[in-house]
């Protein structure tokens, strides 16, 4: 049971990964992250209105409830690919195109409630599966849509993708409300 990840170095992620892995500190407390961003997405999500989290702030953009099972999506896929490269496999993991899952979702049509149990669920899933990784495991590098990626760099990924959609949130659709 590993209680401290150390950010990951440079060469262990995708250079479009940084902009994340930047919002985080470098304390290496990955598991802290996780459990924290679950409880701000509560604070911040669950007062909101139905139709407000439903309306995209510009024409074309995504609502909330699209950003928000946005965030369970890729969090889903970024879990998938831990568990497979903490195992050792050495797959080079498919991609996946964000936008493509955003209709399909039917997102707007859940209701916060329901997506926040989702959340949830796949955030728990997620805490627990880094919770009792061997220590070796994090360091375990793989491949990912042909690119090298480490486990700990998945973990920075999930927990500063989330920080990330939250500062827009805030900013496209709360500090105007």
Known sequence: MNQHVQKPAEGEYDSYVYGYIKLLSDDGDLLTYLAEGLERVKQMVMPLDEDFASTPHEAGEWTIKEILLHIIDDERIFAYRTLRIARDDKTNLPGFEQDDYIAPSRANERT??????????????????????????????????????????????????ELHHLYSIQENYLSNS
């Open 112 to 161: 916060i409630a329901d997506l926040m149990e989702e959340y949830e669920s796949v955030r728990m899933a997620t805490i627990t599966l880094f919770k009792y990784l061997p220590d070796e495991a994090f360091t375990r590098i793989g491949q990912a849509n042909n690119h090298p990626v480490s486990v700990r760099a998945l973990g920075y990924h999930i927990a500063g993708h």
